[in-house]
């Protein structure tokens, strides 16, 4: 489904009688807003719900697979840069898995962007040879245009083994990172409680203002 899909469905409900009070014609800027607030409320109700349950892979749902090359390889370090921003929420759950292109089995692991320096000091990667990867903001090219987000990489493979080239990275991204004829990844009959919690965002109406301005002013 496009993004467009559903800000068309939310627009025409809008206009409908079936608004009820609600309905009016309404900008489409104002419900993607709307949208993007209740797209994010969604995904972190799944990670809440994951977190109970100690299985966050519902949010695998809401997730994209993009292809991405590695960039600068130099030794066994190298980073990429990621296509969008992920979606953020605790514990970088953002981002779903991370995995060599051609050999899918191969996961990277996550570690926090200062950990390198540490495992490095205790040896770490004499013991363990899994590819690692942290998350950090773009430092090498800034500008318009340039991707925001990129992934540091770390114990990768050197010649005579297999070098890896490309990675699967499976993320969520946040709505207002796409633009409206972008595909977007929810789940199966979800279409129908995204448009339902956008009519309620916009259906909220602040109270009125019953205040006396003449006596306010008298005071």
């Keep these: 489904m496009k ?16 608004a009820a009070d609600s309905k009016g014609v309404y900008h489409p800027e104002i419900v ?3 949208l993007n607030d209740a ?14 349950l100690s299985d966050f892979s519902q949010l695998d749902a809401w997730s994209k697979t993009y292809e991405v090359p590695i960039m600068a390889q130099v030794v066994r370090k190298g980073h990429a840069f990621l296509p969008f921003a992920p979606v953020q929420l605790p514990d970088g759950h953002g981002l779903r898995q991370i995995c060599d292109h051609d050999a899918p089995e191969n996961v990277f692991a996550p570690i926090e962007a200062t950990a390198n ?11 363990d040879d899994t590819p690692t990867y942290s998350m950090e903001q773009n430092n090498l090219s800034t500008g318009a245009g340039e991707e925001s987000h990129l992934l540091r990489l770390g114990k990768l493979p050197v010649a005579p083994a297999t070098v890896i080239t490309d990675l ?11 633009d409206d004829y972008d595909d977007i990844v929810i789940p199966n009959g979800a279409e129908d409680s995204l448009i339902r919690q ?3 965002l916009m259906s909220k109406k602040p109270l009125p203002d019953t205040s006396n301005d003449a006596v306010i002013e008298r005071k």
Aim: hydrophobic share 55%; proline share 2%.
């Design 3 to 18: 993004k467009q899909n559903l800000i068309d469905a939310i627009i025409d409900f809008l206009a409908s009688d079936a």
């Design 32 to 34: 993607k807003q709307h």
């Design 39 to 52: 797209f994010n409320q969604a995904i972190y109700a799944a990670w809440l719900n994951g977190k109970k």
């Design 117 to 127: 320096v540490v495992f490095d000091e205790l040896d770490v990667s004499t013991m």
């Design 168 to 178: 699967d990275v499976m993320m969520i991204v946040p709505l207002s990172e796409l």
């Design 198 to 200: 956008v009519v309620d």
